[in-house]
Nanobody
């Protein structure tokens, strides 16, 4: 079964940047679409961005448009979420998720999440 591991979270000041990584150890991600979600305290989980197996990206959240970008490095079997101009409301647990080939609203595999805290 595909297992995803997120990393790169932490504490950052408002206006700062972080890059999250989503990696798989035993299976290639080449044929999977990977999405990033986040869950803020007391709120429902929301989809942010997705990248298909062919590299096309889909934005699910207007709140991150122009600030967050998604990319993949198939040689490293890793998908990245670059987050710039971070705001306190970006605080939450960030998850990556996978499904075969194309982006969608439903994903089959999930990581355990990484905490991002934006605070001065």
């Amino acid at each position: 079964q595909l297992q995803l591991v997120e990393s790169g979270g932490g504490l950052v000041q408002p206006g700062g940047s972080l890059r999250l990584s989503c990696a798989a150890s035993e299976f290639t991600l080449d044929y999977y679409a990977i999405a990033w979600f986040r869950q803020a305290p007391g709120k429902e989980r929301e989809g942010l961005l997705c990248i298909s197996s062919s590299g096309g990206s889909t934005n699910y959240a207007d709140s991150v448009k122009g600030r967050f970008t998604i990319s993949r490095d198939n040689a490293k079997n890793t998908v990245y979420l670059q987050m710039n101009s971070l705001k306190p409301e970006d605080t939450g647990v960030y998850y990556c998720a996978a499904r075969r080939i194309s982006c969608h609203t439903y994903y089959d595999y999930w990581g355990q999440g990484t905490q991002v805290t934006v605070s001065s």
